[in-house]
């Protein structure tokens, strides 16, 4: 069993930047793909971030590619997402999810039935 924890968000003003953090409890975290989704109100829950469990490949939603970078610490078992250039639409619930299938192309990093793990979620709001 893994417990995901994300922290980092906030409200933060159109242009600005926050660090999203998720820490995962296990000690298999390292075999695992990660992933980050959000969920607007009144919206499905859409893909935003994706990361191969040795971190060498990364896959992003178009809305979020050159402003958004996902990255990972095995050693802390750790995933980040780093979100420059915030706009209001990337107003959200962010959450991280982890994957136990050796997931290796990006279309099944957007898919959320292929996550065995998700964390509570954390705000992000983004004023105009």
């Known amino acids: 069993q893994v417990q995901l924890v994300e922290s980092g968000g906030g409200l933060v003003q159109a242009g600005g930047s926050l660090r999203l953090s998720c820490a995962a409890s296990?000690?298999?975290?390292?075999?695992?793909?990660m992933g980050w989704f959000r969920q607007a109100p009144g919206k499905e829950r859409e893909f935003v971030a994706g990361?191969?469990?040795?971190?060498?490949?990364?896959y992003y939603a178009d809305s979020v590619k050159g402003r958004f970078t996902i990255s990972r610490d095995n050693a802390k078992n750790t995933v980040y997402l780093q979100m420059n250039s915030l706009k209001p639409e990337d107003t959200a619930v962010y959450y991280c999810?982890?994957?136990?299938?050796?997931?290796?192309?990006?279309?099944?990093?957007?898919?959320?039935?292929?996550?065995?793990?998700w964390g509570q979620g954390t705000q992000v709001t983004v004023s105009s």
């Open positions: 999810a982890a994957s136990k299938s050796p997931l290796g192309v990006e279309v099944q990093f957007q898919r959320g039935y292929l996550y065995d793990y």
């Open positions: 296990g000690r298999t975290f390292s075999s695992y793909a």
């Open positions: 990361i191969n469990w040795s971190g060498l490949s990364t």
